[in-house]
């Protein structure tokens, strides 16, 4: 793919187009009624207060659900670390929120029109990224959903396309280090956009080694790099597998919320529906999904026309696969799995029932029918009627383009909850609901025995108290337990206890009489430990890859230039 200076100037108006998408964010103060940007603004506000106690990785957020919780564990990576570290320059947590959000959408549409270049012309590409832009997904996660690292995930899928392509066509070496890298972000992006996205990254690998003739070392050969990529995310993945089990969420097989499936309203209404404007109302606008009735209508047309070519072609007709063919046979499946008739197969695969809600299935089926209706438009072969469209799109679409009730609120909103904005369902499994347990202005204290604590000093996983004990003590530190936190007295280990009735789900121990050094601190278990090795381990070996391939090409090169003299 060669850029020219349309493309530049095409490039250059889908920033401006994508500053437009979420200029609303920036121009209202404070933070939107939507459904979870609360949880991702408070994740990355205490993230931040984390990173600045010295925690990396971040494993336990100290003022989440009133006494801490293992939020890091199970947090979307990308976007809490991202996040955190904008705010470290701002010192704002809700403008970090909206700058993630900025370069979601402007990245996302900047990467899909540079895949789309690969196969089209530049306004056929450009029109193709502004449909993804102006998506009714797109729009709901933005405004109504609050749902940021669904969004930001999507920067990485038009790169993982570009790379399997490159990588099968081209044999550019650029390619390898762009596929691990994507893999691994989008691994670290949302976990569950990382299975969805697999429903047309997988079928576009096996697309493109149709035609190649080491098919089978070629296929070992992507899906090694992608492994290598999801293992770079193993510190993230390894405890997050192996430690659900200790939140109410592990304790059920099947993830799936009912109700949850999307009927033929929802993909041929061109209406939004709202719930109150009013300023007095909390509620977001109204979560209704829709998949776009122009889409719907361009997945139709495409569908007639592969029929005709697979009633032309026959036999022949994979050989003549095109994008636009690929494209309009993977939405069947897509939109089938978004339906009431695909919840056997939800109920039968377990991981695929984490996605929660069928409907997530939109943020990947996005892409699809911009690529038909870049198809549409090549074929058409009139500018004039592309530049229509488009100017129909942005009539429909951008007056969507808003939150609602926008609202200032403290800063200390974010940095301390008492309930946990993850759901109960993520509580540990030793604790009840948080926001019930009396909120405590200290970390520690006596509950049995006489004494005083001399001095306190308290960060995000580490506490450390000078004891004066007059008699053999009970302290209690307002911390949930779980497994990772140990105490220590006069550096030997001491017991937690955590069972007891009066104090559910909180650390306790016993300290004996005189004047005591104590620590309690949140460390890495035994499958943290292991998760942390594998991310270094795959680093290490994706450098050496790079290394090794780059003295090869150099060698390689050295003694073509010998040969010549």
Not at 229 to 248: D, N, Q, S
Not at 520 to 543: E, P
Request: glycine letters at 4%.
């Amino acid at each position: 793919m060669h850029l020219k200076r349309t493309d530049v100037y095409f490039l250059i108006l889908l920033v401006i187009i994508s500053l437009f998408t979420v200029l609303d964010l920036f121009v209202n103060t404070g933070r939107s009624a939507n459904m979870d940007g609360l949880i991702h603004i408070t994740t990355i506000a205490q993230f931040t207060k984390a990173l600045q106690d010295g925690d990396f990785p971040v494993r336990w957020l100290d003022g989440f659900a009133n006494y801490g919780m293992p939020i890091g564990i199970f947090a979307q990576q990308l976007t809490s670390y991202t996040g955190a570290f904008i705010n470290l320059f701002f010192h704002d947590p809700v403008l970090s929120f909206n700058i993630i959000s900025l370069l979601a959408v402007v990245l996302s549409s900047v990467f899909f029109y540079l895949f789309l270049r690969i196969y089209f012309l530049p306004i056929t590409a450009f029109l193709g990224a502004f449909l993804v832009n102006l998506a009714p997904y797109r729009i709901l996660d933005l405004y109504i959903r609050g749902a940021i690292p669904e969004t930001f995930s999507l920067i990485f899928f038009p790169l993982i396309l570009i790379s399997i392509y490159y990588l099968t066509k081209k044999k550019r070496f650029f390619a390898v280090p762009l596929l691990i890298i994507s893999t691994a972000l989008l691994a670290l992006s949302h976990p569950m956009m990382f299975v969805i996205q697999m429903f047309v990254i997988v079928p576009y690998i096996f697309w493109n080694i149709l035609s190649e003739k080491h098919r089978v070392k070629t296929l070992f050969l992507i899906f090694g790099l992608m492994f290598l990529g999801t293992a770079i995310a193993g510190y993230y993945y390894i405890p997050l597998e192996l430690e659900i089990k200790y939140f109410f969420y592990g304790l059920s097989k099947n993830q799936l919320v009912p109700n949850q499936t999307l009927s033929l309203q929802n993909f041929i209404d061109p209406n939004w529906y709202y719930f109150m404007e009013s300023r007095n109302d909390i509620f977001s606008r109204g979560h209704v999904i829709e998949a776009g009735l122009p889409e719907m209508v361009g997945v139709v047309i495409g569908l007639i026309i592969v029929l005709i070519h697979l009633v032309r072609y026959k036999l022949r007709f994979l050989k003549k696969l095109s994008l636009f063919d690929f494209a309009v046979i993977l939405c069947v499946p897509i939109i089938f799995l978004t339906t009431k008739y695909s919840e056997f197969i939800y109920k039968h695969f377990n991981l695929l029932s984490n996605i929660q809600f069928p409907w997530r299935m939109f943020s990947v089926f996005i892409f699809l029918p911009p690529i038909i209706f870049a198809y549409f438009s090549e074929k058409i072969n009139r500018n004039w009627l592309t530049v229509l469209f488009i100017l129909f799109i942005a009539l429909i679409r951008f007056p969507q383009l808003y939150g609602k009730n926008y609202t200032l609120y403290p800063q200390n909103t974010y940095y301390f909850t008492t309930i946990n904005l993850h759901s109960n369902n993520m509580n540990t499994i030793w604790t009840g609901q948080t926001d019930l347990y009396p909120v405590e202005n200290k970390k520690g204290a006596i509950i049995e025995g006489r004494g005083s604590i001399v001095q306190a000093t308290t960060k995000n996983s580490v506490r450390m108290y000078i004891i004066d004990a007059k008699t053999k003590l009970r302290m209690v530190d307002y911390t949930f337990y779980f497994p990772g936190w140990h105490v220590y007295v006069d550096g030997s280990e001491v017991p937690i206890q955590f069972q007891d009735p009066d104090y559910r789900g909180t650390i306790t121990y016993n300290v004996p009489a005189g004047k005591h050094t104590i620590l309690v601190q949140f460390k890495d278990t035994k499958v943290r430990v292991l998760g942390d090795i594998i991310s270094i381990t795959a680093i290490l070996l994706f450098g050496a890859l790079i290394l090794f391939e780059r003295k090869i090409q150099w060698f390689e090169k050295f003694e073509r230039l010998k040969t010549v003299s």
